[in-house]
């Protein structure tokens, strides 16, 4: 994994509450991983990791699509997390 520069708000923007993210991780153990690394790159940058996507403000789903059930659970997923998240 290649190095990157993470910002949750860019400067202009007024200090205010940290975003709350909220994260699904579907696939192989890399994804788990991957998905900690991501969270913590979060953390580090300042948002809120929750554990609910009721309370999340965003939702990262991370997803493995190497074989046909796999693409269809994170499509599902995706559909669900965008449903709950709309209304």
Do not use: W, Y
Not at 67 to 79: F, K, M, R, Y
């Amino acid at each position: 994994m290649s190095s990157t520069s993470l910002s949750v708000a860019s400067p202009e923007e007024p200090k205010s509450a940290p975003t709350k993210i909220g994260f699904v991780s579907l696939g192989c153990p890399k994804n788990l991983v991957d998905s900690e690394v991501m969270m913590g790159m979060l953390a580090h940058a300042g948002a809120e990791l929750v554990s609910s996507a009721e309370e999340a403000e965003v939702i990262v789903v991370n997803t493995c699509s190497f074989i046909e059930s796999a693409q269809q659970e994170s499509v599902n997923t995706i559909l669900e997390m965008a449903r709950l998240k709309s209304g």
